[in-house]
């Protein structure tokens, strides 16, 4: 646990939020060398009452929660990952404040995956919430890992759906990781623990306090490729989700709803600021493949869509046949790997050889060529 002494104290350091701990970590290093720092040289930095406080030896309450923090650690399934971690999401490096510490419960590869955030409303009306299930069902079984908040409602929904997908599902959390908030959401935590992973940027045992939760969301945001916002009022944090991702460059999805409908308010306020309308899951998938130009893996150089089919797409479409067939099905005739299999169905959807039918299913269409 000696590893991370130092980072949980920088994080724990009054003063010290993220844009600042960057900032000492760009000048001297890992925390270990901000410890070892003058305070001529930390006021150079940041200002007195930072540097000073910098410089006050751990108390008995750090000290206890580094002896939690090696305790929780030593327990199956939960990890701490530092800013400086090898798989630390590449994602949230994007954004201007990442967590120096995040802690985490489950499938830790999940952070790697392609991911689409779904929010909404607390207090959804049975339309929204079985909109948010099969939203997000769907896009797991796309491939697509979703991202939610765990909150009542929308939320919840969208944690439901995407544990039934290959995607799974990803809550970032306003509490510790030790914590479940709401109460009534103890047996969903369980399973995303067990399924999916449970991610928060707090020490453990912070409780639920009210001005924690909007600053998670740029977190939800931020793990995202895009942000789904079902149901959602005037005065909505799940506004606040998407004017982060919009800040953060990711794409901004909304159903619309009725004119009379509180609910629809927010989704209305952000397809009028240009958020994409979003009818069927079908529109988030053609633009997530980025208007048919999808990068190839671990290439910087963009594949453009073509109509001229490759011996690897000829050979996935005989796989198929013409009856609806289950990624995972496709992906073991093939041999190919899921997230390989995913791009490529998106290729071929996107030149008219594929649709997407009903249950997130795959069926290949007949052309000319057929």
Partial sequence: MNEYSDWIRLNATPGVGCITACKLLAVFGLPQSIFQASYAELHAIVPDRIARAICTEPDHALHELIDKTALWCDQPGNTLLTLASTNYPPLLLEIPDPPILLYIKGNIKLLHNNAIAVVGSRNATAQGVTNAKQFALSLSQAGYTIISGMALGIDTAAHQGGLQGIGSTIAVIGTGADIVYPSRNHALAHQIAEQGCIV?????????????????????????????????????????????AAEQGRDVFAI??????????GCHELLRQGAQLVENVQDILLEMATTATIVAAGSTTPTTVSTTLSPEDTMVLDAMGFDPIHIDVLSQRCNIEISNMLSQLLLL?????????????????VSHAD
């Fill in 349 to 365: 959807e996107l030149s008219g050889h594929v649709a997407i039918v009903a249950g997130g299913l795959y069926q290949r269409l």
């Fill in 256 to 265: 619309p709803g009725s004119i009379h409908s509180p609910l629809a308010k």
């Fill in 200 to 244: 928060s940027e707090y020490p453990l045992g912070t409780p639920a306090i009210a001005a924690n939760f909007p600053r998670r969301n740029r977190l939800i945001s931020g793990l995202s490729r895009g942000v789904l916002v079902i149901e959602a009022a005037a005065q909505s944090g799940s506004l606040i989700t998407a004017r982060m």
